[in-house]
């Protein structure tokens, strides 16, 4: 059976009256919760979701940043590799010619050393006295002494190949023994005290020739005559640079 309503404004009545209800029904499921730890329970939720959704937000957005840092890292690591490898390269080329430099230079700076300590002790040499001996007394100032006093490889033993490091300190050491002065002893005879007085300050004067002691002085009898041998210990020292004096050298040939 279907009823027409004819009458105005009798929705409207009905509307307000449905409306009355729902506000009722609301105010009395409302009126219903009077629990303060049932208000406190779903507060406490409400806020752990919170939290939980926004520490997913937050991890997500570091571990996007921490992927992109790491592809970022991976190709900057693909793009040195070859610089890296060029630099090993080089340094091992610079250590190893640092080493050939230094005993190059120990052998410069020592094959001219007994000539000149030989002019010296020449020219420095007074009248009515003479030399029997001049003879080294320290090692040599070679690069092949830190070869040799080297510790040898055990027998059976794979020799190590030194490193950048090694090979940098033994170059250091070559270059040290180079430096280091060079000790030699003269022995002679002489007539006249005074004589060997000058002799001894003459040596110290010179540029090449340091620390120069008497140790032993004797009157011996040489050829039916008195005579004094003395012996005198002394060392090399390195002269100034202006008194080096470098001449070219040129062979003509045919």
């Not at 409207?12 to 208000?39: E, H, P, T, Y």
Request: hydrophobic share 45%.
């Amino acid at each position: 059976m279907i009823e027409v309503n004819l009458l105005p404004g009798s929705s409207g009545k009905s509307q307000s009256r449905a409306d009355f209800n729902v506000s009722g029904m609301l105010s009395g499921a409302a009126s219903g919760i009077k629990d303060k730890f049932l208000l406190g329970t779903v507060a406490t939720v409400a806020a752990v979701v919170v939290a939980v959704a926004l520490m997913f937000m937050s991890q997500s957005n570091r571990e996007r940043t921490l992927v992109e840092h790491e592809r970022k890292a991976v190709e900057d690591s693909a793009r040195y590799k070859v610089v890296l490898a060029a630099k090993t390269k080089a340094e091992v080329t610079r250590d190893s010619l640092y080493q050939q430099v230094a005993i190059i230079k120990s052998i410069d700076d020592s094959r001219y050393l007994w000539p000149h300590l030989l002019e010296e002790i020449s020219n420095a040499l007074p009248q009515y006295t003479w030399l029997t001996v001049v003879t080294q007394t320290s090692a040599p100032p070679s690069s092949s002494i830190a070869d040799v006093n080297a510790k040898a490889p055990a027998a059976g033993a794979k020799a190590k190949e030194p490193n950048a490091k090694e090979k940098k300190a033994h170059a250091d050491s070559v270059l040290a023994v180079a430096s280091r002065a060079t000790k030699f002893r003269i022995v002679g005879h002489t007539v006249d005290i005074q004589a060997l007085t000058l002799f001894m300050k003459t040596l110290e004067a010179s540029p090449f020739i340091q620390n120069v002691q008497l140790t032993k002085s004797d009157l011996v009898i040489v050829d039916g005559k008195e005579v004094t041998e003395f012996n005198l210990e002394a060392e090399s020292q390195k002269p100034p640079p202006f008194i080096i004096r470098t001449v070219a050298m040129s062979v003509g040939g045919n």
